[in-house]
């Protein structure tokens, strides 16, 4: 099997990797690439986007010394997540009762001399790490808006 794999790809320290997989795949729409259930990993996609998620304790977990890894997990990061509509991922975390990090927002980056516009919410999986989906809205120029 010859998988396309992105450059970096994230692998996540989670606390159960079947409660884990239900959130990614059944609420969010990641699919499973391939997995080793007796280690408790499983490779993860969804439209391009690619992440491993590792039970911690099951299989190898990477960890500092000393350091507990408890929950929320993956503080100080986010996961930007490219889709092409947010509107479905919304109603499948409203449909399943989970508050939201952020509430959907329309923010504008800026990049030189123009802003990328992107439409976006935060959801923090069931081990706490954040994920911030967005999808595209346009790019204007910086320094002359419409």
Known sequence: MNLPCNALIPELAVTSCDTSL????????????????DEGFAFLE???????????????????????????LGLGINLQIKVESIAPLLNAIEKHNITLFLSPEEKWYRRGDEEIGHRQFIVADPDGYLLRFYEYISIKDYKNPV
């Open 46 to 72: 969804r439209d391009g986007a690619q992440l491993m998620i590792d039970e911690i304790a099951k299989g190898r977990t990477w960890t500092h010394a000393g350091v507990s890894l408890e929950k929320p």
């Open 22 to 37: 239900k959130f990614y795949c059944d609420i969010l729409g990641f699919t499973v690439t391939y997995a080793r259930k």
